[in-house]
């Protein structure tokens, strides 16, 4: 279950952030949201590796390496090409654990 919540922020952070660069959405009178968002992302998957490897789930192995990626990111700077392949980098491997989950694998 936490895997999902995980996956779930990852998601909306990655979505918002998305709609700022193409200028849908502008976040300068709340810029603190995807801050918090991202936080946010960085706890639940820190909690969901932890719960992950006590009970053997499948994705634990493939979602450390998002832990990684979630400490480069704010030093690259934001609306770089860079930053992008990072976050695309994290959706990847959110995906293989998903696609690990629905295996059982």
Do not use: E
């Not at 895997?3 to 998305?18: P, R």
């Not at 700022?20 to 706890?43: C, E, M, N, S, Y």
């Amino acid at each position: 279950m936490i895997f999902y919540a995980a996956t779930l922020l990852f998601l909306a952070n990655f979505a918002l952030g998305v709609l700022v660069q193409f200028g849908i959405v502008d976040t300068k009178p709340f810029r603190w949201l995807h801050h918090a968002l991202f936080f946010a992302v960085f706890a639940s998957a820190g909690l969901a590796v932890l719960i992950g490897f006590a009970q053997g789930a499948p994705y634990r192995w493939v979602l450390v390496p998002v832990l990684g990626l979630y400490l480069i990111l704010p030093r690259v700077r934001a609306g770089t090409p860079g930053h992008a392949a990072l976050a695309l980098a994290a959706m990847v491997l959110y995906a293989a654990g998903f696609a690990r989950t629905i295996q059982g694998v």
